[in-house]
Every structure is written in C-alpha cells, then in structure tokens.
Nanobody, 114 residues
Framework: QVQLVESGGGLVQPGGSLRLSCAAS????????MGWYRQAPGKERELVAA???????NYTDAVKGRFTISRDNAKRTVYLQMISLKPEDTAVYYC????????WGQGTQVTVSA
C-alpha cells in the first residue's frame, strides 16, 4: 500500500525558513522521480520542484533560488528546504511522484505571515 507522509510545515514570518519532509512507503522509491507540489486556497495544485531518480532537480520560476529539493533513498524520504519565504508561498504542500501518479497524502500546511 502506497503511503506518502508529509511533515515540517508551520507558521513562519516572511523571510523565514522551513524544511519539509516526505516519507514514502509501498513504492520502489529509489527509481521514482519525485516532486513537491502545493495548493493555495482557491488555486489549482501546482508542481513546485522535482528531482529525478539520479538527483537532477528542476524548479518552478517562483521558487528558484529559494527552494531546494533533495532526497535520501536509504530513508525513502524527499525534502524541500525553503528559505526567504514569502506570503505567496502559503499553501498546503504535498509530495508525489513526478509526474503525480500516486495517491496523495494529507499534505503539510505552510503559512507565511507576519
């Protein structure tokens, strides 16, 4: 049974940092391309960052230079380090394969507000 469990979200002031984690089970993690997605209120879910099975990364323009995606295959975990957070980064953050083919987890809420 596939399970994705996101954690690490919270309330942070503009300019602050957070590190999100996503633990995966029920999949052959090491061969999967993975991604972080987010969904802001009233908006569609969007891809934020992706990492291939080989470690190549790609980012949407809005987060380039501020977010870093990484993975630890031994721990079956993908991370999203976020710095210089902005109010417009407020959203529920999810991980999934890239492209998204797995059942969605519960996500983790990130709120950037003074």
């Amino acid at each position: 049974q596939v399970q994705l469990v996101e954690s690490g979200g919270g309330l942070v002031q503009p300019g602050g940092s957070l590190r999100l984690s996503c633990a995966a089970s029920g999949i052959l993690f090491s061969i999967r391309h993975m991604g972080w997605y987010r969904q802001a209120p009233g908006k569609e879910r969007e891809l934020v960052a992706a990492i291939t099975s080989g470690g190549r990364t790609n980012y949407t323009d809005a987060v380039k230079g501020r977010f870093t995606i990484s993975r630890d295959n031994a721990k079956r975990t993908v991370y999203l380090q976020m710095i210089s957070l902005k109010p417009e980064d407020t959203a529920v953050y999810y991980c999934n394969s890239f492209p998204a083919q797995l059942s969605w987890g519960q996500g983790t809420q990130v709120t950037v507000s003074a």
